[in-house]
């Protein structure tokens, strides 16, 4: 019965649109997909208060929660607001400590605060801050999957992403990350779910791995 599925939330990266899920298929009988897409922020919006008003278009009980980037940061603010059946977090980081160092220094040196005016006219420097790849080969990829240009929007998310507070992984969060990810290096360690030769951009390229497992992962009770 339709009163029986399992509605399965799912957030984007940095600058992505949802159609980064479209190879996300889980059986039908069981499970039904919602694409969730960035939403234009106030230029001073606290995450926190993002995160409560993305909760607005969560319009089910009992969900699950998958987000990809910086959309596993947000999921994992939004989860505090939501009655959350099982939360992923892909391709991400569990704590502000994992950040990469390049990261720290934008939040430090406060250049975080000059760095979108040179993101939004040149999409190769986003692709490798959003997607952790060059674009000489990726070119129709990235005109593809990163269509979130808007210099507020790309303003307030990486001062969000750089200045991000959680000391601590969510306890009940299922991290899963690529040993090969340039952009977040440092988050294969702990509590976490490693694929071989995962990139940061694995949903897309990996997706044969997720649609086998996350059905066993989002029924599991560890």
């Known amino acids: 019965m339709i009163s029986n599925l399992t509605h399965v939330y799912l957030m984007p990266g940095m600058a992505a649109n949802p159609t980064i899920f479209e190879y ?40 699950v929660l998958l987000g990809v980037s910086f959309g596993g940061i947000l999921v994992q603010e939004m989860s505090k607001f939501l009655n959350v059946k099982k939360l992923f977090v892909v391709s991400s980081v569990k704590s502000h400590h994992e950040l990469p160092k390049r990261m720290k220094l934008l939040k430090y040196t406060k250049a975080y605060k000059i760095l979108p005016t040179r993101l939004v006219g040149n999409i190769e420097l986003l692709a490798k801050y959003a997607l952790g790849e060059t674009i000489k080969k990726r070119v129709d990829l990235y005109q593809k999957y990163l269509s979130v240009n808007d ?72």
């Open 24 to 63: 996300i298929k889980l059986p039908e009988d069981k499970y039904q997909i919602h694409w969730l897409e960035w939403q234009i922020p106030d230029k001073d919006e606290t995450l926190q208060d993002y995160a409560k008003r993305m909760c607005k278009f969560v319009e089910h009980d009992n969900v």
């Open 151 to 222: 210099t507020v929007y790309l303003d307030w998310a990486i001062k969000q992403v750089v200045c991000w507070e959680q000391e601590e992984p969510n306890i009940d969060a299922v991290y899963i990350h690529g040993d090969k990810d340039m952009v977040f290096p440092n988050s294969c360690v702990g509590n976490c779910i490693v694929i071989k030769g995962g990139t940061h951009i694995m949903i897309i390229n990996k997706y044969k791995w997720f649609n086998e497992n996350l059905p066993k992962l989002i029924e599991s009770h560890t």
